[in-house]
């Protein structure tokens, strides 16, 4: 199956400022990204995806890269404000299904 | 807000006890997936339902059974409870099964094993 790794753990910034945080996949063959927050005691949200057929996709202050070649797509948050702070997730499916494997998650704290 | 519904919210069972979680599909879903998310991890899948059958199944022992019903609603069955099964279930929905395609999350339930 896929195999999904998340850095950083934990993240701290000062808001305003830039957040990256970055997911590497193991199957060539998958497709669609989803990324996800989650915030203390809430179910996971859906705040951005993107499909292998484009290289990046912005909502906003928020934008996804995809880089195929390397088998590794980041979630950019630019200009953070505190009620960014939550844990975020990546995904990636199990080739043609709707089975996605999770990364760790990645702690964001925004320093008002 | 999306329109995944679950229940209960929490729960509190005994280890070899047995538990049934419910899960609501957001209108015109067709498919739904269980999670097992435990405390500072991502969820893990479990499996998934299409039409009534399962469609794919996670890392998990056979005492997690599941359900989908005509409507879509779905639960999910544990048998045989062990301490290590206490964690946050999520279900999540989604439109199609054929392709990767976006899933929302319900709000979970909290089981604690003791």
């Known amino acids: 199956g896929e195999n999904v790794e998340q850095h950083p753990s934990t993240l701290s910034v000062q808001e305003g400022d830039s957040a990256v945080i970055k997911c590497t996949y193991s199957d060539s063959a998958s497709n669609y990204f989803p990324w996800y927050k989650q915030e203390l005691g809430k179910r996971p949200q859906l705040i951005i995806d993107?499909?292998?057929?484009?290289g990046e996709k912005k909502d906003q202050r928020i934008a996804v890269t995809l880089n195929k070649t390397a088998k590794h797509f980041s979630l950019h948050i630019t200009e953070t404000q505190p009620e960014d702070s939550a844990v975020y997730f990546c995904?990636?499916?199990?080739?043609?299904?709707?089975?996605?494997?999770f990364g760790t998650g990645t702690s964001l704290t925004v320093i008002p | 807000e999306t329109g995944v519904t679950q229940s209960p919210t929490h729960l509190i069972k005994t280890r070899g006890q047995q538990v049934t979680l419910r899960c609501s599909s957001q209108?015109?879903?067709?498919?739904v997936s269980w999670y097992q998310q435990a405390l500072g991890q991502g969820p893990q899948f479990i499996f998934q339902?299409?039409?009534?059958?399962?469609?794919g199944r996670g890392n998990f022992p056979p005492r997690f059974s599941g359900l989908q019903f005509p409507n879509y609603s779905s639960e999910l069955n544990v048998n045989a409870l062990e301490l290590d099964d206490s964690a946050l279930y999520l279900c999540?929905?989604?439109?199609?099964?054929?392709?990767?395609?976006?899933?929302?999350f319900g709000p979970g339930t909290r089981l604690t094993v003791t």
């Open positions: 999540a929905s989604s439109l199609r099964r054929e392709l990767p395609h976006e899933q929302y």
């Open positions: 339902y299409y039409r009534e059958e399962e469609n």
């Open positions: 993107i499909r292998s057929n484009v």
């Open positions: 209108s015109g879903h067709n498919t």
């Open positions: 995904a990636a499916p199990q080739t043609r299904s709707n089975q996605f494997y």
